[in-house]
């Protein structure tokens, strides 16, 4: 089944306790992005990356690293996690359509991470 | 700048009557535009898009969505609603290179 995954689903964590959210996807997608959806602002992107080793800022990426050292997988990385990081994060995946990157292409999203931290 | 709204945070309708959930975008050049679907603790699903062609585009369970550039709309309708519609639903729009932009979302009500 095609789909993208995330672990953990939910974690509560205290200020400053480094942490990782995984994700992959089994598709053979480019295109992955990080996004947190907050009550009122809808979903910002958070970092994407469009292929193995290339990785670039989204709109919200204070406080937050990616990396992308194989193709499937891309986690987020919260060095120093402070309150106003809790949120809940999806990643998703598309298709990187040359010349077009993912703006022509629908991602598929994870189930989301709903993080706490206190 | 780039930005779409969603002027509606809930839009409640009766089962069976038509629905429709608004979206607007600003975006210089042109946009590619998608409708997303999200039921409670999931994330979130592909409705359809407007890429060019036809403004009339159709999608999953039954959905479309009219692209109107004068009034830069891409309203997401249904002839006849179902209680199971009733979840959040996402405007997006994309410009350039890997950009794209959610709208704050609206909460579907569908009354039995």
């Known amino acids: 089944e095609a789909q993208v995954t995330q672990n953990p689903r939910y974690l509560i964590t205290v200020t400053g306790k480094k942490l990782t959210v995984t994700c992959s996807q089994n598709?053979?997608?480019?295109?992955m992005s990080w996004y947190r959806q907050d009550p009122g602002l809808g979903l910002r992107q958070i970092y994407y990356?469009?292929?193995?080793?290339?990785?670039d800022k989204g709109d919200v990426p204070e406080g937050y690293k990616v990396s992308r050292k194989e193709k499937r997988n891309f986690p987020l990385i919260l060095e120093s996690p402070s309150p106003n990081q809790t949120s809940l994060y999806f990643c998703?995946?598309?298709?990187?359509?040359?010349?077009?990157?993912?703006?022509?292409?629908?991602?598929?999203f994870g189930p989301g991470t709903r993080l706490t931290v206190l | 700048a780039q930005s779409v709204a969603q002027p509606e945070d809930q839009v409640n309708v009766a089962e069976g009557n038509p629905l429709t959930v608004k979206c607007t975008y600003s975006?210089?050049?042109?946009?590619?535009l998608f409708w997303y679907v999200q039921y409670p603790n999931r994330g979130l699903q592909f409705l359809l898009k407007?890429?060019?062609?036809?403004?009339l585009v159709k999608g999953s369970y039954g959905f479309e969505a009219e692209f109107n550039k004068s009034q830069t709309s891409f309203h997401l309708k249904k002839p006849s609603a179902l209680v199971s519609d009733s979840a959040l639903y996402f405007c997006?729009?994309?410009?350039?290179?890997?950009?794209?932009?959610f709208g704050t979302g609206t909460k579907l009500q569908v009354i039995p």
């Open positions: 997006a729009v994309s410009w350039g290179y890997q950009k794209v932009t």
């Open positions: 990356s469009m292929n193995v080793e290339v990785t």
């Open positions: 407007y890429i060019t062609g036809d403004n």
């Open positions: 998703a995946s598309s298709l990187e359509t040359s010349g077009r990157g993912s703006s022509y292409n629908e991602q598929f």
């Open positions: 975006v210089s050049g042109n946009p590619y």
């Open positions: 598709m053979n997608h480019e295109y």
